[in-house]
């Protein structure tokens, strides 16, 4: 037994004997990615005896309810804070990564595709830190209407982002057809309200043994 699946082990021993209120957790985005990040920190709150549930309202009103009312918010980046220090002053980090996403930009392989400044270009519809990157790009709601459009060729390139290579399988865009490069990968993070700041300190060797163990 490898020393992160012995704190997994203890931890939920722990859980069976414990039973915490249900956490109300919101998020901006509404994708796969982010169900992929709840079903993440619902299993390392679970083994600390917490249930949870997450709403998803816009952006600046997730962090507003996160910081008063809420309990915390779902996926951030590690400079939230320094983004919007007027929304999150009521915010703790958890320092332990949630999740490890990659951007992914597609182009097709077999078309003389223009000079990236000058190609078309577009990326989801949730995910900021693309929007401020690309600031003229279209944004598009949702990967699969982003495959669509490129599949169409009505766009020259798209970025997407995956949490693993699965996620490329399931849009098949694995095949000859198209060409894939990363162009960066980013660690994301759960931020809970201050009243939290034992169960934040809980969670984050939790979601270490978990990102340890590839669970």
Do not use: C, W
């Amino acid at each position: 037994m490898t020393f992160a699946q012995f704190i997994l082990l203890n931890l939920f021993i722990l859980s069976s004997q414990v039973s915490g209120k249900e956490l109300v957790i919101y998020s901006a985005s509404n994708n796969t990615l982010n169900d992929q990040a709840f079903l993440r920190l619902q299993q390392a709150l679970n083994t600390l005896g917490h249930q949870a549930k997450y709403e998803i309202v816009a952006t600046r009103r997730s962090l507003q309810l996160a910081n008063t009312v809420g309990d915390g918010e779902l996926v951030r980046v590690a400079e939230l804070k320094t983004l919007y220090p007027e929304l999150t002053n009521n915010l703790s980090r958890i320092e332990e990564p949630l999740m490890h996403i990659a951007f992914v930009e597609l182009t097709k392989r077999n078309t003389s595709a223009p000079p990236a400044e000058s190609s078309k270009l577009a990326i989801p519809k949730d995910v900021f830190i693309l929007q401020q990157e690309y600031p003229a790009a279209a944004i598009v709601d949702g990967n699969e209407k982003l495959v669509e459009l490129l599949k169409a060729d009505r766009v020259d390139r798209i970025i997407i982002p995956v949490s693993d290579e699965k996620m490329l399988h399931d849009y098949q865009l694995y095949s000859s057809q198209y060409h894939l490069k990363t162009l960066k990968t980013q660690k994301i993070y759960t931020y809970l309200h201050k009243k939290h700041q034992k169960l934040a300190e809980q969670l984050a060797p939790v979601l270490q043994a978990m990102n340890q163990s590839n669970q």
